[in-house]
């Protein structure tokens, strides 16, 4: 079901807003929904519910008030990637200017020179590394994931003498100064 046909079962115009479309599809739903009006309305009932998620699913992609026929805008473009090899995005994440295996090879020779990588999981994407920080020991956990605008690659780091996860800033710095 499309749009132009979510608005013909709801008896909505193009031009209604959302407020017009959420009450006419409670009047409606209200008058066929099966706990009231017994089975044979089930049917009818089930073609609201996805004309109503048509046009909600519209509305949150911002073409609710689209025409009929009418070409669906352009998705925003995604952001750029680093200007430089290597970006820090808030205190747990790095941003890298490379497609995801070549940013986890980058990655894992990071995580050899700031501690011993311990364990790896190329199909998942993951791998720990072992490294001393403030005094004890630490394990820094890196998974990474492919995005539009380059690799974003997530750190936690966790203590391994106490029951603590800290703060992965400095590591992540770390991290990014062993990648430059």
């Not at 703060?167 to 770390?174: E, G, H, I, L, Q």
Request: proline content about 11%; overall charge neutral; charged content about 20%.
């Amino acid at each position: 079901m499309d749009v132009h046909e979510a608005r013909i079962v709801l008896g909505v115009e193009p031009g209604d807003g959302w407020e017009v479309v959420r009450a006419e599809y409670r009047r409606r739903i209200r008058a066929a929904h099966p706990d009231h009006h017994g089975a044979a309305v089930t049917a009818a009932a089930a073609r609201l519910n996805e004309a109503y998620a048509v046009l909600s699913r519209a509305k949150r992609a911002g073409v609710l008030a689209a025409t009929p026929g009418a070409p669906a805008p352009p998705p925003p473009p995604p952001p750029a990637p680093p200007p430089v090899g290597v970006a820090v995005l808030g205190g747990d994440t790095l941003l890298l200017a490379a497609p995801p295996p070549e940013a986890f090879a980058l990655l894992m020779e990071a995580g050899h020179r700031v501690g011993e990588v311990t364990y790896v999981d190329r199909n998942c994407a993951i791998f720990e590394v072992v490294l001393r920080q403030d005094g004890e020991t630490c394990s820094l956990v890196v998974t990474i994931q492919g995005r539009a605008h380059g690799t974003e690659a997530f750190l936690t780091l966790e203590a391994i003498e106490r029951p603590a996860t800290l703060d992965p800033s400095r590591v992540v710095r770390r991290m990014a100064a062993a990648l430059r």
